[in-house]
């Protein structure tokens, strides 16, 4: 079945500095990327996805990529904030369904 | 995206009784909805799918017999967690398929078994 690796674990940046998550799947027939941001004792909400007919989509300071060749895709967020910080979550498709990397849990200082 | 809810929020129930968590969609014709566990520090893993007007489709290593899924109409499933014990403990989240691909999740259910 479809494997879906997160890095890193945990990540640190200053307010206003870049943040980079990244995951690599293993089924070559997914199509669909999402990213979910989980707050603490919420539900996980979808910030921005991508599809494989497509190499780069932006939403203000949110950004992912793909290399679909490559089997990997990344988020980026610029200008951080401390409301950022949260549980980051990868996500790739198997057919309708979903597989979740680890999660990744970014903390923006002040 | 769409608004889903779940009810309850959080719930504390003794070992061996049940427990039901209901999960609606406010806005949008669920004909299929996911049922999600996740352990604290840990990442959502499916439990289940579950589609309108017929049986759930479990996953691996999940006891169809232990967590009852009901999908009677578009708008709510409803997950009854049967004989709880303290290691069913967890956070339960459900989701609903948006039609292409996407899901858009509840807020969770917080279930404590004492």
């Known amino acids: 079945g479809e494997n879906v690796e997160q890095h890193p674990s945990t990540l640190s940046v200053q307010e206003g500095d870049s943040a980079v998550i990244k995951c690599t799947y293993s089924?070559?027939?997914?199509?669909?990327f999402p990213w979910y941001k989980q707050e603490l004792g919420k539900g996980p909400q979808l910030i921005i996805d991508?599809?494989?007919?497509?190499g780069e989509k932006k939403d203000q300071r949110i950004a992912v990529t793909l290399n679909k060749t490559a089997k990997h895709f990344s988020l980026h967020i610029t200008e951080t904030q401390p409301e950022d910080s949260a549980v980051y979550f990868c996500?790739?498709?198997?057919?309708?369904?979903?597989?979740f990397g680890k999660g990744t849990s970014l903390l923006v200082t002040p | 995206g769409a608004v889903v809810s779940q009810h309850p929020s959080r719930v504390i129930c003794k070992s061996g009784t049940s427990v039901k968590i209901e999960c609606r969609s406010l806005?949008?014709?669920?004909?299929?909805m996911f049922w999600y566990r996740q352990f604290p520090k840990q990442s959502l893993m499916l439990m289940a799918t579950?589609?309108?007007?017929?049986?759930?489709?479990?996953e691996q290593g999940v006891e169809k017999d232990k967590f009852l899924i009901n999908h009677a109409s578009l708008t709510l499933s409803t997950l009854t967690v049967t004989s709880a014990h303290p290691e069913d403990s967890s956070f339960y989240i459900c989701?609903?398929?948006?039609?292409?691909?996407?899901?858009?999740f509840g807020p969770g259910t917080r279930l404590t078994v004492t």
């Open positions: 996500a790739a498709n198997s057919g309708y369904a979903l597989n």
């Open positions: 089924d070559s027939a997914s199509n669909y």
């Open positions: 991508i599809r494989s007919n497509v």
């Open positions: 806005d949008f014709q669920a004909t299929t």
């Open positions: 579950s589609n309108e007007g017929s049986k759930a489709t479990y």
């Open positions: 989701s609903l398929w948006g039609g292409s691909y996407e899901q858009y």
